[in-house]
């Protein structure tokens, strides 16, 4: 039986994206599970967006902490999280983020009482490990992309020198690769990822994640090692430190009448998507990121309606990039067109429940990691269409690993046709050539949806953690030494 003193205090840092704020979540929800106490950071709009269901017996160890994110030049009044901007102003919330240092640091240093042992922060902020250090917190970075983007990203000596200066160089394996691999980026891909430059926060991504591996104490993987085996022996190489997997977080959809039955938007998609054929129906999400032009929207669109399978489309509100830009619609009359057999939604949407539902045949994603691992924890095919960040990468493995087909883009401008989209979508969801695809979909639930392993991996975590915390003696020590 572990002494109560034993037990942890972990401080939990996201940066401000739905992609990470929710797993960084799901992670204090396990830690708290086991006794641990939690304090989670994050700004006002997304601790209402997330994190306000605490369940009421986490509620005593599970700490919520809002600090509110400093106003910025460039960025809406409104916005806290990438969702809330269009991905070609993201440098501007990593500004107001960076400015997050000083409420952060004050707040480690008042918690005297009850010192963190442990710092887990995402890859933004390149500057907390060194304020962690300095104050005896131990410090663990999260990686919520896969050990092959990690990979493909550096060590971080390569990050923190900008090693790769252009696009075209995102588009060949790095020299730190020693694998036969595909895992590079198109260049469509990555010069998305360019049209976000660096120099107006005054740090590079690339400079960021190096920081930010660079002065850890242990690297947390979010990801199946069994999955991808030959890339975490190669991060772990390259990182020359700890590096653990937790496991991916697999979802829990636990059906709870109570809740379900307050929520009308997951009421009105079950309803419908149990008036549908098993395996029949396409899910079609891009994630909180990743935003489409208007003649790539038609495409989509017209893509989906010629497929002639049933489908649900999440279509997220794209903020807008200039004032003078239309906001992009879809085709005339289409929405008429498609009722019955296509359904649109503007809005947040419950996406693991839809996952879950036996009705759901195939995913057309983004890549989005968290979307993978949702859509593989219960084994649904993939039809893959990455826009930007790590996406491509992810879509590349995946490819390598067979679970999933991605729409043809052209690599230089990713020109895609409405019917590659329908030929894609087909091919993965009813055609007789498709079903390796599905069956090793399938399979990857024995995997990614194994709880009794994941929560095994989050056990091992923790007792990591536990035994490597810095003590509160030999930090007091090295100090006075
Ligand atoms: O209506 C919605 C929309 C999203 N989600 C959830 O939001 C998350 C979205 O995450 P993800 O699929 O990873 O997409 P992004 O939000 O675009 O993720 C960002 O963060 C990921 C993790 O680092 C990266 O892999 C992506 O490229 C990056 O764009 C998932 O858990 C979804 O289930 C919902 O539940 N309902």
Redesign the pocket.
């Known amino acids: 039986m572990e002494n109560e003193t034993e037990k942890l205090h972990v401080v939990m840092f996201p940066w401000l994206?739905?992609?990470?704020i929710?797993?960084f979540f799901h992670l204090s929800k396990c830690l708290a599970q086991r006794g641990h106490r939690v304090t989670f950071i994050s700004t006002p709009r997304n601790i209402e967006r997330v994190v306000n269901k605490v369940p009421s017996d986490l509620a005593p160890l599970l700490h919520i902490v809002s600090f509110p994110l400093p106003k910025v030049e460039n960025l809406p009044n409104d916005a806290e999280s990438?969702?809330d901007i269009p991905?070609q102003k993201a440098q501007f919330l990593k500004i107001a983020f960076d400015l997050l240092e000083i409420p952060l640091t004050n707040f480690l240093e008042s918690s005297s009482n009850s010192k963190p042992d442990w710092i887990v922060y995402d890859y933004a902020s390149h500057w907390l490990p060194q304020i962690a250090g300095k104050l005896g917190v131990s410090r663990a970075f999260f990686s919520?992309?896969t050990a092959a983007?990690m990979s493909f990203y550096g060590p971080p000596w390569a990050l923190l020198n900008d090693e790769r200066s252009i696009p075209e160089d995102y588009t060949v394996i790095p020299k730190w690769i020693p694998l036969e691999t595909k895992v590079v980026y198109r260049l469509h891909e990555i010069k998305k990822n360019f049209e976000a430059p660096a120099d107006e926060s005054g740090t590079s991504d690339g400079v960021r994640f190096g920081a930010s591996i660079d002065g850890s104490d242990v690297i947390l993987f979010r990801n199946c090692v069994e999955f991808e085996p030959e890339w975490f022996n190669l991060v772990s190489e390259l990182y020359q430190k700890p590096v653990i997997s937790i496991g991916v977080l697999p979802?829990s959809v636990v059906e709870n009448e109570k809740f379900d039955s307050d929520d009308t938007t997951w009421l009105g998609i079950k309803n419908w998507l149990d008036k549908q054929n098993q395996d029949s129906v396409v899910y079609v999400?891009?994630?909180?990121?990743?935003t489409l032009n208007q003649e790539e929207l038609n495409e989509l669109a017209l893509g989906l309606e010629k497929c002639g399978l049933p489908f649900i489309w999440?279509l997220?509100d794209q903020p807008i990039h200039n004032q003078e830009d239309p906001r992009i619609q879809l085709p005339d009359g289409y929405e008429d067109r498609v009722k019955n057999r296509g359904v649109i939604?503007k809005?947040?949407?419950?996406?693991?429940k839809i996952?879950s539902h036996s009705s759901v045949g195939g995913f057309l994603?983004?890549?989005?990691?968290?979307?993978?691992?949702?859509a593989l924890c219960f084994g649904r095919v993939l039809i893959m269409f990455?826009?930007?960040?790590?996406?491509g990468l992810?879509t590349r493995l995946l490819q390598e690993k067979g679970v999933g087909v991605e729409i043809p883009r052209n690599e230089k401008d990713g020109f895609f046709t409405s019917d590659s989209v329908a030929e894609a979508v087909k091919f993965a969801v009813v055609s007789e050539e498709g079903e390796l695809l599905r069956a090793n979909a399938r399979q990857m639930s024995g995997l990614f949806g194994c709880r009794k392993r994941n929560e095994e991996l989050i056990d091992d975590c923790v007792g990591y953690l536990m035994e490597n915390r810095i003590s509160i003696s030999t930090y007091v020590h090295n100090n006075e030494g």
């Open positions: 994206a739905m992609g990470h929710i797993p990438s969702m991905y919520l992309f983007t979802p999400a891009l994630g909180t990121e990743a999440v997220r939604y809005g947040w949407v419950p996406q693991t996952l994603t983004h890549c989005g990691w968290n979307s993978v691992i949702e990455p826009v930007l960040n790590d996406q992810n």
